[in-house]
């Protein structure tokens, strides 16, 4: 059973709706929705969309300027990733066409996307397809970049930024904290100049910074800033795990918190369901919740940086297709894809409870209810 999630409803609206729908409006949103979500519950049944995905997210490049402890694109990372961006012209395609399955909202990712020089050319190619252009970012080069980003129509920036302790952060993301908060800044300043631009900061969530993260959110809230938390994932079994929170009664404790300040309006974007099984994931990584849907394979699509084409970002799941050799629509609806699909409904799969898709799915079945 899933629980409201205690904040204000339109808010939530404006969460899902720009991610999803790239839209605020409630009132379109309510028509648009009506159709949509059914028709996604029935695709879910038959392993078989009978509609196109409304959220895309693009890695624009495997190369990043960052060391985080937990990413496989830390510059520390071994081995490396293939760092050979693709061509400006491929990631327009793949642009275009997702544009034309009927996806209203493209995260452009990374690796750190900020690294491509086309990026304002990107993003102003995905305004002119109608899209809602939502950037992830590191920001540590954004004070440099913000006026070029604006101007090219950015509408959306998720920033990611696990720490306002310069120690802490530089531990987690292996990075100066000083140029982060600068971006942070120059992410502002984009917002107020810029507007209907917004910001967004996301928070990986360890064993380092738990304890911070109330004050954490309490200051953002000072910048009119919410943020949204994820837990840490242990990808990579091949290296030891030093990140996973180990104490289950703090874990427990500061997620109460969490949950608490949201109820007296302090801008935290998860939903409460997400939030309340931060414990349990910490202790059980791979048991999700009992009523939980993965939807993933069906309002997003997930592209990577050699274009290939993902059920979702589980290194669990194979490729289902390339856009160098075929056409997202021929991807989309094809038998590879339809087979993984029918996996994920079985979650016969990493079983993860990252943002980018677990929120999704929650806030999908949450809708309208
Ligand atoms: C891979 S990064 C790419 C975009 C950009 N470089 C950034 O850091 O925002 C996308 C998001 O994944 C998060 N992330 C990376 N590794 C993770 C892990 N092991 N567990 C949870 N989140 C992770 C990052 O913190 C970031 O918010
Ligand atoms: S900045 Fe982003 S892509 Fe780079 S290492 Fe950190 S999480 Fe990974
Ligand atoms: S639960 Fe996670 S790993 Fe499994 S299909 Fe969904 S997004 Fe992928």
Not at 163 to 183: I, N, T, V
Request: glycine share 4%; net charge negative; proline share 5%.
């Amino acid at each position: 059973m899933i629980q409201d999630s205690g904040v204000a409803f339109l808010d939530r609206i404006d969460e899902l709706g720009i991610t999803l729908f790239g839209e605020r409006d409630d009132t379109a949103l309510e028509s648009l929705l009506r159709t949509y979500k059914t028709q996604i519950y029935r695709s879910y049944e038959q392993d078989f969309p009978l509609v196109g995905p409304t959220y895309a997210l693009i890695k624009v490049t495997n190369r990043c300027n960052s060391g985080c402890s937990y990413c496989n694109h830390s510059i520390y990372a071994k081995p490396q990733l293939n760092l050979a961006d693709a061509s400006t012209e491929s990631i327009k395609k793949a642009i275009r066409e997702v544009a034309e399955l009927g996806v209203r909202s493209v995260n452009l990712s990374g690796g750190e996307p900020l690294l491509r020089p086309d990026l304002p050319d990107l993003i102003s190619y995905a305004c002119g397809q109608r899209l809602v252009s939502i950037l992830l970012t590191n920001g540590l080069t954004l004070s440099e970049r913000w006026e070029e980003l604006g101007k090219a129509g950015l509408s959306y920036i998720i920033f990611s930024l696990d720490s306002l302790d310069a120690e802490q952060y530089r531990r987690q993301r292996g990075a100066s904290f000083k140029q982060a908060w600068k971006g942070v800044e120059a992410a502002l300043l984009l917002r107020d100049k810029y507007p209907p631009a917004a910001v967004h900061i996301t928070t990986v969530v360890t064993r380092h910074n738990l304890a911070e993260l109330p004050d954490f959110v309490q200051k953002m809230a000072l910048y009119a800033v919410s943020v949204q938390f994820s837990p840490y994932h242990h990808f990579d079994t091949r290296v030891p795990d030093s990140n996973t929170p180990r104490d289950s009664t703090a874990v427990r404790e500061t997620i109460n918190e969490l949950i608490s300040l949201q109820e007296s309006g302090c801008p935290i974007a998860n939903s409460r369901a997400y939030l309340e099984h931060f414990p349990s994931f910490f202790e059980q990584p791979q048991v999700l919740p009992s009523w939980y849907r993965c939807y993933a394979a069906y309002v997003g699509v997930f592209i990577d940086a050699e274009l290939n084409v993902r059920p979702c970002w589980s290194w669990s799941l194979p490729i289902v297709g390339n856009l160098e050799q075929d056409e997202l629509r021929n991807v989309w609806y094809s038998s590879s894809f339809n087979q993984q699909r029918t996996r994920v409904r079985k979650l016969e799969c990493s079983r993860c409870w990252l943002l980018c898709t677990a929120e999704l799915s929650i806030r999908f079945m949450e809708w309208g209810q």
